[in-house]
């Protein structure tokens, strides 16, 4: 069944931001060796879509970790699924996330990545939720602020579903729990 999902964030909203946060990094990065890393799955989108709106040379990576629950004694159990193809040591890398909420599948990959002697390592996600934050991790670029709800869409997804959508929903999973 069709369901209806409310727009959080619009198509134009972002982007302009895209085109926004693209001119920033292109102005921070002149110059420097730029390696942009996605996170594998969500991120696809939005690092694709930045990467279009730089205007300085770059490589582009993809990494994906998996993360156990919260709630258990397994919380911020990270590992990593698909390793980078790219050598980062000396580069400066820029980590591209979909969305950053309790931080430990960032701060466990900016651990790792420090370990491989990059020049320097920064962060940009579209979306910032934070009031699910955990652990604190800097953000350097940062698309959207948002309160404590869950959104799909733009390669965020629900089951996997949804990924495509131009803009940003929000979901509720309830929705289905009471119908089954
Ligand atoms: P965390 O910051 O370690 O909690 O992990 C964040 C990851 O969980 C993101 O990269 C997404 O893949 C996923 N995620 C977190 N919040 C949402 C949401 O509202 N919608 C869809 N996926 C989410
Ligand atoms: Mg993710």
Avoid: W
């Avoid at 982007?15 to 002149?30: A, F, H, P, Q, V």
């Avoid at 709800?149 to 733009?154: E, N, Q």
Wanted: net charge negative; charged share 30%; with cysteine.
């Amino acid at each position: 069944m069709e369901r209806k999902l409310d727009i959080v964030i619009s198509q134009e909203e972002i982007e302009n931001k895209l085109k926004e946060m693209g001119n920033t990094i292109s102005r921070d990065y002149k110059g420097k060796d730029l390696v942009l890393i996605s996170v594998l799955r969500g991120s696809v989108y939005f690092a694709v879509d930045l990467s279009r709106n730089l205007s300085i040379p770059f490589s582009l990576d993809f990494i994906s970790i998996s993360r156990y629950g919260e709630k258990t004694d397994t919380a911020g159990i990270v590992r990593i699924t698909k390793d980078l193809d790219l050598n980062v040591s000396n580069k400066h890398v820029l980590v591209i996330e979909d969305i950053v909420d309790t931080g430990l599948s960032l701060s466990y990959l900016i651990r790792n990545l420090e370990t491989r002697n990059p020049a320097s390592i920064k962060v940009c996600t579209m979306l910032n939720i934070k009031a699910r934050r955990i652990v604190n991790v800097p953000l350097d670029y940062k698309g959207f602020d948002l309160p404590d709800i869950f959104v799909v869409g733009y390669g965020l997804d629900y089951n996997e579903g949804y990924r495509n959508l131009p803009y940003i929903a929000e979901f509720n999973k309830n929705i289905d729990k009471e119908s089954q």
